[in-house]
């Protein structure tokens, strides 16, 4: 019978991220009631308080359940066995904005969380999102400056700027894809924009290098 009740529970909870996740989207976290969600799920007020204390709450537990770009991302990144740290990126943030495109779910979550104002009790909601955004740069940092010292970044690229324009660019295309009304095809536009961004970051005498079948430079 616990087991029961324990799975109903569950049931319950899960319920309300969903009917949140649809409200949210629809009207936008701040005009969105805690009465409202509940109507959606077809439970009591009072079994939203049962699991989530407030609003703020509530909408960090999406924001937990959340599949982000940067998971997308990084979950398989492993630049120390990679040759081409740079070409590795280049494949995975494609294959981000690829798999975004065709995820409804994805679309819709990260469109709150993208476009939420973060005020009042929702100030740890925005931490965390920073701190998500810290630890992106962080491992595009990482990425950057391995390339850096197998030669195959440009000189004229320091990792770190390398690593700022790039997260510019990819939040800069989902952001425009999602608030303006989807007006161009992700997956195509998108990743014809990351290549070309690709390009530029690469040491063109090391590219050919690695074209003709030669190990880059082991690094100094």
Known sequence: MARRTKAEAEETRRGLLDAAERIFHAKG??????????????????????????KADLFMALFDD????????FAPLALDEHP??????????????TLLASDERRQRIYT???LCEYR????MVLQRKLETMDRAHAQFAGAFAQAARRGILAPSWPPETAAAAFQWLLQGII??????GRRFDLAERGSSAIRAQFHAYRNSSVTATIAAGTPAPAPA
């Open 120 to 123: 009042d009790d929702f100030g």
């Open 84 to 97: 081409d740290p740079l070409a590795l990126v280049e494949e995975l943030a494609i294959g981000a904005l």
């Open 175 to 180: 952001v425009d894809w999602l608030k303006f």
């Open 66 to 73: 959340a599949p982000l770009i940067h998971d997308d991302l």
């Open 29 to 54: 976290v701040a005009a969105t009631s805690l009465e409202e969600i509940a109507a959606e799920a077809g439970v009591t007020r009072g079994a939203v308080y049962w699991h989530f204390a407030n």
């Open 112 to 114: 709150i969380l993208t």
